[in-house]
């Protein structure tokens, strides 16, 4: 069973619109959220993280927003760049420390100039 | 070093041998994990060293796989009679001791194929 899914495989968004990525989970032990970048032939990069006492988080361009009840999650990306086109991956773990990271199975973010 | 560092970063063997993948985490991190990532899907977790033990080895998907940390730095991921469906992109992560939520740094990766 899948416990992180990212339901959209792909999305294409033109440069300087907002860009949501959308990530569900199932486990409601998870307590910390990241997402994680990846360009072709590079291991994932860290981006952004909310911990599960938070609704929010926000980072420049880049805001995560959590909704426990429905456990889910989304990255929005405003304004979106053509260099933010990568595959982005949802994470969760368990508690704060030690615990591995359960991945989704990724979106690929196309921003068309 | 500055990030995590893997080698090979490509490895190409037959099936039925016997590979090594190395992975060299940022220094002074304790956690280190190793993952699988195969075409399409996300990273798919293996095992998890906390110093030298492996706190963690419920993703190995069988007998075959084994990783060391001896020292609690470097650590190797050894896969014996290789098969095809092994082939994959194996990612190393490091992450800081202690308390507090804190992000994973990853490797480029090695990518296995097994012909």
């Known amino acids: 069973d899948q416990q992180v899914k990212q339901n959209s495989p792909s999305l294409s968004v033109q440069e300087g619109r907002i860009s949501i990525l959308n990530c569900d989970y199932t486990n409601s032990m998870f307590d910390y959220f990241l997402w994680y970048k990846k360009y072709p032939a590079e291991g994932p990069t860290f981006l952004i993280s909310i911990s599960s006492i938070k609704d929010k988080n926000e980072d420049g361009r880049f805001t995560v927003f959590l909704n426990k009840s429905a456990k889910h999650l989304s990255l929005h990306i405003v304004p979106s760049q053509p260099g933010d086109s990568a595959v982005y991956f949802c994470a969760a773990s368990k508690d704060n420390y030690g615990q591995n990271f359960v991945f989704g199975p990724g979106t690929r973010l196309s921003v068309l100039p | 070093g500055a990030g995590v560092s893997q080698t090979p970063s490509n490895k190409v063997t037959e099936k039925g041998k016997y590979v090594e993948l190395r992975c060299d985490p940022i220094?002074?991190?304790?956690?280190l994990y190793w993952y699988r990532q195969s075409l399409g899907q996300g990273p798919e977790f293996l095992i998890y060293?906390?110093?030298?033990?492996?706190?963690?080895d419920s993703g190995l998907p069988n007998d075959r796989f084994f990783a060391v940390r001896p020292e609690g730095s470097v650590s190797t991921l050894k896969i014996q009679r290789t098969e095809r469906g092994d082939s994959a992109v194996y990612l190393c992560a490091s992450r800081t001791s202690g308390k507090g939520n804190t992000e994973a740094f990853f490797g480029q990766g090695t990518r296995l194929t097994v012909v």
């Open positions: 060293f906390q110093g030298t033990g492996a706190a963690d």
């Open positions: 220094s002074g991190h304790t956690a």
